[in-house]
């Protein structure tokens, strides 16, 4: 296995132990400062295995399906830690999970009919979005208040385009069905 695969199977990794963190009553002073690091650690992941797989031309169909899997559960997991802590509204954690069910359910069919869709550039605009507003949810900090809410809003309606962009480009398939 080459390293961009091993940094996206140690960004799942990372996800049960960001959420005990993010989410559990431990007691632990700091505890939301050790989630936010575990959760940037993740983020940080997803930069380098794409920068090295591209860099060393090391990209692989595994690496296609599991990176953008990797970041959804990332993503997910979080945004549906910071709903049941109401620090998200419900309603924007249902769009975005939505969508990703969308296009997942896309990327089978694709994969069906031997076809490999990879992210595209406004799938990793939304997922860069997303990933800087929950540091700065999970960061709280008070000051950045109007920033954490643009950042926000601005990674629901890029899912949003994203998924209009990926129905789109692969209308064909939705077509045969």
Sequence with gaps: MNLPNKLTLARIVLIPFFVVLLVAPLGIL??????????????????????????????????????????????????????????????????????????SGLRLVAAERG????????????????????IFLIAGIDELSVLTNILLWAAVVMTIVSMVEYLYKNRTLLSDM
Excluded: H, Y
Aim: net charge positive.
């Design 115 to 134: 076809i490999v869709i990879a992210a595209g550039w406004s799938g990793k605009i939304k997922t860069t979005l997303q990933m800087f507003a929950i």
């Design 30 to 103: 700091g505890q939301n400062w050790i989630a936010l690091i575990v959760f940037a650690a993740a983020c940080i992941t997803d930069f380098l295995d794409g920068q090295i797989a591209r860099r060393r031309n090391l990209i692989t169909t595994f690496g296609k399906f599991m990176d953008p899997l990797a970041d959804k559960l990332l993503v997910c997991s979080a945004l549906v830690c910071l709903s049941s802590m109401q620090i998200v509204p419900a309603w924007m954690t249902v769009v975005i999970i939505s969508r990703e069910f969308v296009v």
